[in-house]
C-alpha cells in the first residue's frame, strides 16, 4: 500500500495542458504562470510572434527563429503546496496530433481565447478531443488590455462553438485603454455596475462536479502580457482543478493510488540535448510511484528495464529524479526501446489506448540531398519519426521513402532539423496522394489477391504495417467497394 504521505504526494498534484488557437497568447501565459510559481525570474516577451526575448517553452531552435511552438514542453513548479505540471501544447494546426496525444496525459485543460476574435478553428477541435474524454476545462480570455469583443458576446461564443455551459469567476473593469484590473466577481461586485450585475447573475454558479465532468467552463477575464488576472486564474486552479484521474487501460481502469507503478510513453523528442544527439521518451505515470534504478516491465517487449538517469523538466532544463508520482510526466532516455503508446508497469500486463497515429493529409518523398552524409540522413529520418509527428511509409512498389504529415509546416522543420540536428540534406519531391488508411482482413486469400492487384499503391509503416495509398478518392472507394472482406482504418489503432 502508499503511505499516507505517498496518497498526498499524488493529490497535490495538477497536471493539465494549456490550449489555444496560434497568437492567443498561450505561451505568453505559461510563462507567466511559471513567474508566479517561482520557477523562472524573467518571462520572455512575446508579441506581434516576435520573439524579443525567447519564451522559456518555446526551446528548439526553429520555434526561436519563428516564434511559434511546434513540440509541447513539459514544466514543472510547486505552488501553494501544489505540483503543477504544465504541458504548453503547439498552437499551429499542422502540429495538431502532437497536442490531441499530450491530451491524452493530462487531468484538465485551460484554454486560451484571444478576446479580439473569439473562439477560432483550432480551439474548436481541441475542444472535440476534451469532450471525447470528458476533460474538465477553464477558460481564459486574453488580451483585454485591447480592444476586442464584448465579454458577454465572448462567454455566448465560447458557449455556442464549444458546447460547454460557463460561469465568469472574474470580471473586468474595461477593455483596450480601459482595462487595469481583473477582479474575482463574489468578492467585489460593489464593484460592478448594478445592470452589469444583473447580467452576471443570469449564469449559474459555480458547480465543482458540473466543472470536473466537463459540463462546466470556468471563465476568467485578463491580459497575459500584462499579468492582469493570472494570479486569480492560477488560484482557483490549484484549488478547484483535479488531482490525477483514473485512466482506462483496455484490460480495466487504472487508479492512481493504486501501490504498483502503471505509466504510457504519450511522446518522444529526438535531440532535447543537441550535443548528446538523445531521444527523450516522456511517461505519463499513471498510477503509484516510479523509482530510479528500479526494474520496471516493458509490456510491448517484454523484458525488464531500469533508468539510472529519469528526468523531470523545466522547459529545456532537466533534473535527474529519485523518484515520481501518479501525474507526474518522467523523461526516460530512449535508444530506440520505445514507441508512442508503450506501457511500462510494476510487472502486470497492461495497454493504454488512445493515442493513435492519423491518416495524413499531406505526402511527399524523402531523397538524400548529400550522399556522403545516407547515414546520417537515415538515423535523422527514424528518430524524427518515432517522435509521431510525421509518419514514414516505404513503396512496396519502388522501395522509395514516403513522409506523410498533416500540413506543410511539418516539412519545414523535419528538413531544419535533419540539417541543423542531424548533419544531413534532404530534398523533397511532390506526390499526388489522397490518402494512407492502414488494411487488415480476416480472408487471407482477398488480403493477398489485394495486395497484389494494388501492388502499385501498397506501403509498409514503420512497423511493417501494410498501408493502402490511394492517389483519389474514387479509387479509395472503389477499393471499399470491391473488397468487402478487407477493413480500411483511418489510424493507426485498431
Request: with cysteine; glycine share 6%; hydrophobic share 40%.
Amino acid at each position: 500500500m502508499l503511505s499516507n504521505t505517498e496518497q498526498q504526494e499524488i493529490l497535490k498534484r495538477r497536471t493539465f495542458a494549456i490550449i489555444s488557437h496560434p497568437d492567443a497568447g498561450k505561451t505568453t501565459l505559461t510563462e507567466k504562470l511559471l513567474l508566479y510559481g517561482g520557477a523562472i525570474h524573467v518571462a520572455g516577451a512575446v508579441k506581434s510572434n516576435k520573439i524579443r526575448k525567447t519564451a522559456t517553452s518555446d526551446w528548439m531552435e526553429i520555434e526561436k527563429q519563428r516564434g511559434i511552438s511546434v513540440a509541447t514542453s513539459v514544466m514543472g513548479f510547486d505552488y501553494n503546496n501544489y505540483h503543477i505540471n504544465i504541458l504548453d501544447t503547439p498552437g499551429h494546426q499542422d502540429f495538431a496530433e502532437d497536442t490531441f496525444r499530450t491530451l491524452t496525459a493530462v487531468d484538465s485543460v485551460i484554454i486560451v481565447i484571444d478576446s479580439a476574435k473569439g473562439v477560432e478553428t483550432q480551439t474548436r477541435r481541441l475542444m472535440e478531443v476534451c469532450r471525447m474524454r470528458k476533460t474538465p476545462v477553464m477558460v481564459f480570455m486574453n488580451k483585454m488590455d485591447r480592444e476586442g469583443k464584448d465579454p458577454f458576446d465572448l462567454m455566448d461564443d465560447v458557449e455556442k462553438e464549444l458546447g460547454i455551459h460557463v460561469t465568469p469567476i472574474t470580471w473586468t473593469d474595461g477593455q483596450g485603454l480601459k482595462f487595469n484590473r481583473s477582479f474575482v466577481i463574489k468578492n467585489n461586485e460593489s464593484a460592478i455596475a448594478p445592470e452589469t450585475n444583473d447580467l452576471l447573475s443570469c449564469y449559474p454558479a459555480f458547480d465543482k462536479a458540473a466543472y470536473l465532468a466537463g459540463d462546466l467552463a470556468p471563465v476568467f477575464f485578463g491580459s497575459a502580457y500584462k499579468t492582469v488576472g493570472v494570479q486569480e486564474l492560477l488560484d482557483f486552479f490549484v484549488a478547484n482543478a483535479p488531482s490525477p484521474r483514473p485512466v482506462e487501460a483496455i484490460e480495466r481502469q487504472v487508479d492512481p493510488m493504486e501501490d504498483a507503478f502503471t505509466g504510457f510513453c504519450f511522446k518522444i523528442h529526438a535531440n532535447m540535448d543537441p550535443n548528446h544527439r538523445s531521444c527523450i521518451a516522456f511517461f505519463k505515470i499513471c498510477s503509484g510511484k516510479f523509482e530510479r534504478n528500479t526494474y520496471y516491465k516493458h509490456v510491448g517487449k517484454n523484458q525488464q528495464m531500469r533508468f539510472s538517469a529519469p528526468t523531470c523538466f523545466m522547459a529545456q532544463k532537466k533534473e535527474t529524479v529519485d523518484e515520481a508520482y501518479a501525474g507526474d510526466i518522467v523523461g526516460l532516455p530512449d535508444t530506440g526501446n520505445f514507441k508512442i503508446g508503450d506501457t511500462l508497469t510494476s510487472g502486470e500486463n497492461l495497454h493504454f489506448k488512445g493515442l493513435p497515429s492519423f491518416s495524413p493529409e499531406m505526402f511527399k518523398y524523402i531523397e538524400n540531398a548529400d550522399p556522403m552524409k545516407q547515414k546520417q540522413l537515415d538515423k535523422g529520418v527514424h528518430q524524427l519519426m518515432d517522435e509521431g509527428v510525421a509518419q514514414l511509409f516505404v513503396s512496396q512498389l519502388n522501395g522509395r521513402k514516403i513522409i506523410g504529415t498533416v500540413g506543410q509546416l511539418q516539412f519545414e522543420v523535419i528538413q531544419y532539423r535533419l540539417e541543423h540536428e542531424y548533419n544531413a540534406k534532404c530534398r523533397w519531391e511532390n506526390m499526388a496522394m489522397y490518402k494512407a488508411c492502414w488494411i487488415e482482413s480476416d480472408d487471407a486469400e482477398e488480403l493477398r489477391m489485394f495486395k497484389m492487384r494494388k501492388a502499385q499503391y501498397m506501403a509498409t509503416d514503420k512497423e511493417g504495417r501494410d498501408v493502402f495509398m490511394a492517389d483519389s478518392a474514387y479509387v479509395l472507394n472503389m477499393a471499399q467497394n470491391d473488397y468487402k472482406h478487407i477493413k480500411f482504418h483511418f489510424t493507426s489503432e485498431f
